[in-house]
């Protein structure tokens, strides 16, 4: 038995993921595997740290000591051979919200920010929030998987008024960790048409099957000049709701366009008891995540049992990152509305509309594997059972 298989009630704990059951699916009694957190426990060592600080009954601002830096820069090494200057890091409340202040911070309204659909929603909604253009640079299905269509990325990196692109590295829908090769190769392009980079690697610690993350910053200095990276402890350790993440950039002035946008909102303050849950997952819950992972890989080799076994014209890509999976429905030919509806109404499961990653993401759902492996097994013998009855 492993600690991941307890079900844990989440109700009544305000869990977004249950809240929206009936605004989203018109039911509130569907399997929750949609929004990117996880039914499990945050590790021993987060929930300790925050049982102390509870202890003191005030909670007001408080500061981001030394220590907090050193956690990042002590994870950083140790994950991925990264040396970071404290002075690199800034913090911030979210990855997201970073991206919409880099939106402001590199852009003007009406200029062009590329992303790469099928890509996660809000990486539209920062951009079109600001009043700034969607450039689109569509990834390409090959039978080898997702791969960047850099012929397309070159050309519309070429137009001047496209200045910022949004990488999403490990790639949220699709699973991707961007090779060294594929991140050279793009980052030139951006390094030779002026192309700022912010690059998205939250998921960066949640690699799978023995697959690496590079971060995009390490792969020269000068793509490091051009990037700045966007990282959290939030779905590596389920701590969303604590809102605390950060940035790191080498080049002063990209930090200080980010800075200026942290503190121009005040931002800065910071939660609590996000810095001391970064402190405590950094520093002392290494081995609760090697386990994850090894759960979450066993939770994608029983959906893969399932789609073999029953319905071996739903396609999913190879996982090499992310508890997120990228389900190809396509070979049912039914429209978005039907695969919705047959998804909620009929298999009673809760699951990420494919469409809300673009245009591309029609035919497509995408579900949370992160639950325990008996919720994983109930949500593919409801899919077997739903359509074998259809
Ligand atoms: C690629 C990506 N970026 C950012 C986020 C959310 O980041 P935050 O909660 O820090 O705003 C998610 C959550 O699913 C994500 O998948």
């Known amino acids: 038995m492993s600690q991941f298989d307890e079900i844990i009630n989440r109700e009544g704990t305000r869990a977004l993921k249950l809240e929206y059951r009936e605004r989203l699916f018109g039911k509130d009694d569907v399997i929750p595997l949609w929004v990117a957190d996880m039914d499990f426990a ?23 000591p030394d220590a907090f830096f050193k956690s990042i820069m002590g994870w950083l090494k140790r994950r991925f051979d990264w040396e970071v200057d404290q ?30 659909p099928p890509v996660y929603p809000p990486f539209f909604g920062v951009v079109r929030d600001f009043n700034r253009e969607v450039v689109e ?16 990325f070159e050309k519309v990196c070429s137009v001047p008024q496209n200045k910022l692109f949004l990488l999403c590295h ?36 949640l690699v799978l099957f023995g697959h690496q993350h590079r971060p995009l910053a390490t792969i020269s200095p000068e793509i490091a000049d051009i990037t700045v990276t966007c990282m959290a402890p939030s779905k590596t ?9 950060y940035m790191i950039a080498s080049n002063p002035e990209l930090l200080k366009a980010m800075r200026g946008q942290v503190l121009g909102y005040h931002l800065h303050m910071g939660n609590t008891f996000g810095a001391l ?14 386990d994850l992972k090894t759960y979450l890989e066993g939770n994608y080799h029983l959906v893969l049992e399932y789609l073999e076994k029953y319905l071996p014209e739903v396609k999913v890509p190879r996982l090499e990152a992310t508890y997120l999976l990228w389900m190809d429905f396509r070979a049912w030919g039914m429209n978005q509305n039907e695969l919705k509806s047959f998804m909620a109404q009929k298999a009673g499961l809760g699951l990420n509309d494919g469409n809300t990653f673009g245009r591309e993401g029609r035919g497509f759902m995408r579900m949370n594997l992160a639950s325990p492996r008996s919720v994983i097994a109930e949500a593919m013998q409801r899919i077997v059972d739903a359509r074998n009855k259809n």
């Open 137 to 152: 640079n569509p990834l390409k299905e090959t039978d080898e998987g997702y791969v960047m269509d850099f012929e397309h």
């Open 170 to 205: 490990p790639h949220n829908p699709v699973g991707r960790v961007w090779t060294p090769e594929e991140l050279l190769r793009m980052g030139d392009i951006c390094r030779r048409n002026k192309v700022t980079i912010i690059s998205d690697e939250i998921h960066a610690d």
């Open 42 to 64: 945050a590790p021993p060592a987060v929930r300790e740290a925050l049982s102390k600080r509870m202890e003191h009954p005030i909670f007001g601002y408080t500061n981001r």
């Open 87 to 116: 002075g690199w890091i800034e913090f911030s409340p979210g990855v997201v919200p970073n991206l919409g202040l880099a939106v402001q911070a590199f852009t003007q309204p009406g200029e062009g920010v590329i992303i790469q």
């Open 277 to 290: 849950a970064l402190e405590a997952a950094y520093n002392a819950s290494e081995d609760w995540l090697e």
């Open 237 to 245: 350790f389920n701590l969303a709701g604590l809102s605390t993440s």
